[in-house]
């Protein structure tokens, strides 16, 4: 069974980093691309990036691209999403998601205060 | 940036009757390798989305067959043949044709 655990919610200052995982188990990490969705309160759905865990390699929203980065651990079959400077409008739900094949985490709620 | 835009935006329904969501995309979803990567998600209320359906008309595993998707180029249809208690949320559709990939702004699915 495919599961894409993700780590618990956080509240955190303006400014601080940040950096969220997601752990893959019941397939091959390294076959199926990783991408990270935000969903702010009450709205819907935007993708961020994607990550291919067999080369890291990576493509960006341009809403997103300069502001987060995302990486990948394929020794432990993690995916990263992560920020240097949070901001007050970052607070979200942050899903990671096998979009093309099914499969989403349970999702991460970031939580940031000014 | 593909845009998609769904209506409707609320689709109140009756337990047992039909439903109907469109996706219009401002270009075509056809990739370069022939397939065209259209896919329809549902999220339930405080749940994660899930994928329903995806390249058009594919059923994901274990999505009930009263689910079925249709379409070609720019327009594209999820049906609900019959709709149940357990299929209220909201519908999107995302396109992973061209990056950046694109969702549709959701359509909510509420029963009357």
């Known amino acids: 069974e495919v599961q894409l655990v993700q780590s618990g919610a956080e509240v955190k200052k303006s400014g601080e980093s940040l950096r969220i995982s997601c752990k893959a188990s019941?397939?091959?990490?390294?076959?199926?691309?990783i991408s990270w969705v935000r969903q702010m309160p009450g709205k819907g759905l935007e993708w961020m990036g994607r990550i291919d865990p067999s080369d890291s390699s990576t493509n960006y929203s341009p809403s997103f691209q300069g502001h987060v980065t995302i990486s990948a651990d394929k020794s432990i079959s993690t995916a990263y999403l992560q920020w240097s400077s949070l901001k007050a409008s970052d607070t979200a739900m942050y899903y990671c998601a096998r979009l093309l094949r099914g499969g989403w985490g349970q999702g991460t709620l970031v939580t940031v205060s000014s | 940036d593909i845009v998609m835009t769904q209506t409707p935006l609320s689709s109140p329904v009756t337990l047992g009757q039909p439903a109907s969501i469109s996706c219009r995309s401002s270009?075509?979803?056809?990739?370069?390798?022939?397939?065209?990567?259209l896919s329809w998600l549902q999220q339930r209320p405080g749940q994660p989305p899930r994928l329903l359906i995806y390249k058009i008309s594919n059923r994901y595993s274990g999505v009930p067959d009263r689910f079925s998707g249709s379409g070609a180029g720019t327009d594209f249809t999820l049906k609900i043949s019959r709709v149940e208690a357990e299929d209220v949320g909201v519908y999107y559709c995302m396109q992973a044709t061209q990056f950046p990939w694109t969702f549709g702004q959701g359509t909510k699915v509420e029963i009357k």
């Open positions: 270009q075509s979803l056809v990739h370069s390798d022939g397939n065209t990567y």
């Open positions: 019941g397939y091959s990490f390294t076959n199926y691309w």
